[in-house]
């Protein structure tokens, strides 16, 4: 049922965005079926599977380097009084920072490299992912410890038994959050600053007033995000409350 409740809503968007179409200025809102020989003719022609494959590159770089370093900060911060004190307020500054203005940074310290982009989004990324982290490792059920403890668990066993079970939700919520924040701040710095990518791709169209393209580029990469969070992320998550 939520599948066809889903389709019949995608159904009732392409009608609706039809219907608009045909009143509209073909320039500012061009139809599905324009859009969609657009994505075809990108794709005959192989740009649109570079560009997207370059963008899903960086977004599984940043994206892996921020959970890792995250997850890590995240635990220390909610197991350590001490350090969330000392490096609670820059995690602010650097969560109420615009990526904008992180990106333009990243830009000028480090150059117009794939360093900085993959910096750029990471930074962005990060802070989201320790804060929830913190707060899962702030909750971690006390008659475990206590158990932990009287058994005499080792930090190996302790890591595998007692933390990782209780604080795998928290990872998932993160990842999920993650992933959408990340693929957005990619385009934005692709368009800052790469050669190529989604990114690129929306911004070369866009100085040519191409709202087709930049429609087309936008709803296949949009499509594609969807799909792994449909088809990776919500199993995972499925699998995870089960398994609780």
């Given at each position: ?22 009143y509209a200025d073909v320039r500012t ?69 615009p990526a904008l203005v992180i990106t333009?940074?990243?830009y000028v310290w480090l150059g117009l ?132």
């Amino acid at each position: 049922m939520a599948l066809l409740a889903r389709l019949a809503s995608l159904v009732v968007l392409l009608v609706l965005w039809q219907a608009v179409s045909v009143y509209a200025d073909v320039r500012t809102l061009p139809s599905p079926a324009a859009v969609a020989a657009f994505i075809g003719r990108e794709a005959q022609k192989g740009d649109l599977f570079f560009n997207v494959g370059i963008t899903l590159m960086r977004v599984a770089i940043s994206f892996v380097i921020a959970m890792s370093l995250g997850c890590l900060l995240g635990i220390v911060l909610g197991r350590s009084k001490w350090a969330d004190q000392i490096l609670d307020t820059p995690l602010l500054v650097i969560l109420n920072t615009p990526a904008l203005v992180i990106t333009v940074l990243a830009y000028v310290w480090l150059g117009l490299t794939e360093t900085a982009a993959i910096v750029a989004v990471a930074l962005n990324k990060l802070p989201n992912v320790a804060v929830i982290m913190r707060e899962g490792a702030r909750g971690l059920d006390p008659g475990l410890e206590e158990m932990a403890a009287s058994y005499r668990f080792d930090r190996r066993t302790w890591i595998g038994n007692v933390l990782i079970p209780q604080l795998q939700p928290f990872v998932i919520a993160a990842a999920r959050s993650g992933i959408s924040l990340a693929w957005k701040i990619v385009l934005v710095v692709e368009l800052i600053g790469r050669p190529n990518g989604v990114g690129f791709a929306i911004n070369y169209y866009f100085q040519l007033f191409d709202v087709t393209a930049v429609i087309g580029y936008s709803l296949v990469f949009m499509t594609v995000m969807l799909a792994i969070d449909t088809l990776i992320l919500q199993p995972i998550d499925a699998h995870v409350r089960r398994w609780r």
